[in-house]
């Protein structure tokens, strides 16, 4: 093979167990500092091409594998080129919670090149080099469970690349990423391709990775049904959207508030923070019945930390909570103010859909018929794990299960995250349908998708203080935050 092709890969066909095929006749190549990206809707096979190529599908997973693939010399379908994969490759999955193993930022990155045989000297010179480059010097001790969602994405970049591979596999790099931590992956790319690696990556937010002269294979069905290069005639942008690839500028679409509405929510003078330590102070929000509102913000500026403390989970360093014009203590806003985890699977109880559904009925009174009717594909996944649906199901269930409880506020953490463009609207149709029946949401978001489409106000939490923003304002900070703006596909 010619040594400047890092990839080189033609699959008739690849499944799971003794199964049908998942993806068929797909084949690419890949050369020093080139950048192919496969989009299509969500389970179209993308990530099971990755798991093919590099010999995880038949060598890990029991699955089979018909066809070849060859990365930087060495055929990973085997058994003694899958062993010598490791070397060859850096790898970044989708959920950043399901990749990471050690306990700390320093030993997760060492991991690495402790398993590669590297001496103790070299570990600590490299991994201490790259904890740095990515901005987790400061945190290299810290328990990774006290990163937020993006700075453990940036941590698995570090234990995907600290040894220096030739070709690099991103699986859906920005979700859990804000815009600030996308324009850091973008020029993490740009920098790697500058030096000659290759780079793969499976991507919803399409737009984020259209560099001049990028090839895009888009996926329908497990098969390739058409192949692209950037940059994208409106044409070809709009037939990505309509399949569900986020490949165009964000809408601002007008999304009206809630007309005569009541004061539901209002926070004066709150501080938050955990112990000693204060995330942010002095802030002054409220939410009306029926309304949507934003809050935006860096990863790490304490979104999180305030949608729990006004769920109730956390107490006020200072100030107040008013809920329906009531001053209330923390333990009275439990449940009555429900909070949605970035990850939905922390709500489940029950080893079915069906049972989920009982389980609800019998804590919240409400009739299962009730409940199922704002469960569209129900009766097709009844008898289905909660735990296996898809990304856009669980994040539905989860907030059918809090307006199960009849809470008038539902605060919703990330809630488009690793969603392609055909669920987020979806969701947003769910939480407009829930609005109109005076339910209030607040949506921490780094999504401009969320606050363009679904919100009609927004507020910013930057250096320890909250303050109103524009919303068209909101949507074009966070595109030029990624490197982007309205204007760009």
């Known amino acids: 093979m010619n040594e400047a092709v890092l990839l080189k890969y033609s699959i008739r066909g690849a499944g799971y167990g003794e199964g049908p095929a998942i993806i068929e006749d797909v084949a690419a190549d890949l050369g020093e500092g080139g950048l192919l990206v496969l989009a299509g809707p969500s389970g179209s096979g993308k990530t099971t091409t990755l798991l093919a190529i590099t010999g995880v599908l038949n060598n890990l997973l029991y699955g089979w594998v018909e066809g070849e693939s060859w990365i930087a010399g060495i055929n990973p379908l085997s058994p003694e080129g899958f062993d010598e994969i490791p070397t060859r490759i850096g790898a970044v999955l989708q959920d950043p919670d399901k990749q990471l193993a050690m306990p700390t930022p320093y030993s997760e990155v060492a991991f690495t090149l402790e398993n590669l045989g590297y001496p103790e000297h070299v570990i600590r010179e490299k991994t201490v080099e790259m904890l740095e480059r990515l901005g987790l010097r400061d945190k290299m001790y810290a328990h990774v469970e006290d990163l937020s969602g993006g700075e453990k994405r940036r941590l698995t970049f570090a234990s995907a690349v600290v040894h220096d591979p030739p070709l690099l596999l991103l699986d859906e790099p920005s979700a859990s990423m804000d815009p600030w931590g996308i324009r850091e992956v973008r020029g993490f790319i740009s ?36 192949e692209l290069e950037a940059p994208l005639s409106r044409g070809e942008i709009r037939f990505l959207e309509e399949i569900g690839v986020d490949a165009g500028p964000p ?84 449940g009555r103010v429900f909070y949605v985890p970035q990850t939905p699977d922390y709500l489940f109880v029950a080893p079915s859909l069906e049972g989920e559904v009982r389980e609800i009925a019998g804590k919240t009174g409400k009739p299962v018929d009730w409940i199922t009717r704002y469960i569209p594909w129900y009766g097709e996944a009844r008898k289905t794990s909660p735990y296996r649906l898809s990304h856009g199901q669980r994040r539905w269930l989860s907030i059918i299960i809090a307006y199960s409880y009849g809470a008038p506020v539902i605060l919703l953490d990330e809630p488009s995250s690793g969603l392609d463009l055909r669920l987020f609207r979806r969701l947003a149709g769910l939480v407009g349908k829930l609005r109109g029946e005076g339910v209030s949401f607040l949506i921490s978001t780094h999504d401009p998708r969320v606050v363009g489409e679904m919100c009609s106000r927004a507020y910013i939490l930057d250096r320890g203080r909250l303050r109103e923003i524009d919303r068209y304002r909101a949507v074009e900070l966070l595109e030029e935050e990624a490197g982007l703006s309205l204007e760009e596909a």
Not at 201 to 208: A, F, G, I, P, S
Not at 266 to 294: F, H, K, P, Q, S
């Open 191 to 226: 920098d790697w391709r500058r030096r000659g690696k290759g780079v793969l990556v499976v991507e919803h937010k399409l737009r984020y990775f259209l560099w001049d002269g990028a090839r895009i294979q888009v996926y329908r069905g497990g098969r390739v049904v058409r």
């Open 251 to 334: 809408r601002i679409r007008r999304v009206k508030p809630p007309t005569g509405s009541s004061r539901v929510l209002e926070a004066r003078g709150l501080v938050i923070g955990y112990g000693e330590n204060i995330v942010a102070r002095d802030i002054d929000l409220y939410l009306d019945r029926g309304e949507a509102v934003a809050i935006i913000g860096r990863n790490g500026a304490g979104k999180t930390t305030l949608l729990k403390t006004l769920a109730g989970g956390l107490d006020p360093l200072d100030g107040e909570v008013l809920l329906l014009g009531e001053k209330t203590f923390s333990r009275q806003r439990i």
